[in-house]
């Protein structure tokens, strides 16, 4: 006698219909909830040329806040922004935090990143953020010259940053200029004074400065009157006179306002990678670290970033002088062009 399997048992039904269910478990509700399902799972990778210790704190708030781990890769503005473009479509970042803007338009010019969403761009004012909206600010930093005020008077100073191409300035002057920090200067002195201006100007520094390896070793010679002084940011001095003052209790800053060159005001930037395959998760991390929870990291008075705030209305530390009162020249950070930086101080002899 032969026996025949009721419809509902046969084998290819059975297997169709598992087939079917697990089709749908994994789609969840579409592309973005099979990211979501493993973003939940991985987390979010973010490659992190700010200071490590922001770059955790903010890390590690968002984790506290949203239960979505962060891995943070650390390295150098340049070092970063050029493993990005070497690795394309297939880098595992899905965030890209940077101390200035030239790497930011570096990666962006790349076309590696994607529209930032719109929540995000209305936490941050426009003055703070590049016109494209492939990315945002972050975070801002001041261009200061540091001087010992036991060598200087307030009459003795340069009254523009360009001054310092005097012959009055040979050797009595520092800066970093293998550090993304000088170099973000020298890109904006590229943009509002123009390539010819900016190479004689680099050249004459090559003569009359003393190269340093870093802002805080410059303002540390400033300090011991090794130089008179040094272009640097401002945090620099902030944070070591809210540690032991040891490298900055004879140094002053002076703010040279007037939209000098010597007055930009460099942005962090933030932006999502479009080769991400969180982008939910990032973008969300992106809009936490430009929103109020965020930029109060950047306020706090226990902080040693003192960078400014740039988003959601929070404002500075209060040891720091309100950014409506530097009287910045205005630069759109997604001109600011590094490669082009980069030749020029070549040519000058500098790097």
């Not at 338009?105 to 929540?119: G, M, R, S």
């Not at 005020?149 to 191409?165: E, F, H, V, Y």
């Not at 003393?210 to 008179?228: F, L, P, R, W």
């Not at 950014?323 to 062009?337: H, I």
């Amino acid at each position: 006698m032969k026996f025949r399997l009721k419809a509902a048992y046969r084998p290819s039904t059975a297997i169709a219909a598992v087939v079917s269910l697990l089709a749908l478990s994994a789609c969840g509700t579409g592309a973005a909830g099979t990211a979501q399902s493993g973003a939940a799972d991985d987390g979010i990778t973010v490659y992190n040329a700010q200071h490590e210790s922001l770059g955790k704190a903010w890390a590690d708030a968002f984790t506290k806040e949203t239960g979505i781990k962060v891995t943070l890769r650390s390295g150098e503005d340049s070092e970063l922004s050029n493993q990005l473009v070497q690795e394309g479509k297939k880098s595992p970042a899905d965030v890209l935090l940077t101390e200035n803007s030239p790497a930011m338009t570096q990666v962006e010019n790349a076309a590696l990143f994607t529209d930032i969403d719109k929540d995000t761009i209305a936490q941050v004012p426009a003055g703070y953020r590049p016109s494209t909206g492939k990315w945002t600010g972050i975070a801002a930093r001041s261009t200061v010259f540091a001087y010992n005020k036991t060598k200087l008077n307030a009459d003795q100073l340069p009254k523009s940053m360009m001054d310092l191409a005097g012959n009055n300035w040979k050797g009595r002057w520092g800066a970093a200029p293998s550090g993304a920090d000088f170099q973000a200067i020298v890109s904006a002195t590229l943009e509002l004074k123009g390539e010819d201006a900016t190479l004689s100007w680099l050249k004459s520094m090559k003569d009359n400065t003393k190269a340093y390896k870093s802002n805080g070793t410059a303002m540390k010679a400033v300090n011991a009157g090794e130089v008179d002084g040094a272009i640097i940011f401002h945090y620099y001095y902030f944070g070591d006179q809210a540690k032991t003052g040891e490298n900055s209790n004879n140094v002053a800053l002076e703010y040279f306002k007037k939209q000098d060159p010597g007055a930009f005001v460099s942005l962090s930037g933030g932006g999502v990678l479009a080769s991400s395959t969180h982008q939910q998760q990032a973008q969300q991390f992106l809009k936490f670290v430009t929103g109020k929870t965020g930029q109060q990291i950047l306020q706090n008075a226990t902080s040693t970033t003192f960078e400014y705030p740039v988003g959601s209305n929070v404002p500075a530390n209060a040891k720091l002088t309100p950014l409506a009162e530097l009287d910045a020249p205005k630069v759109d950070p997604a001109k600011l062009n590094s490669p082009k930086v980069t030749d020029l101080m070549i040519k000058a002899g500098l790097l």
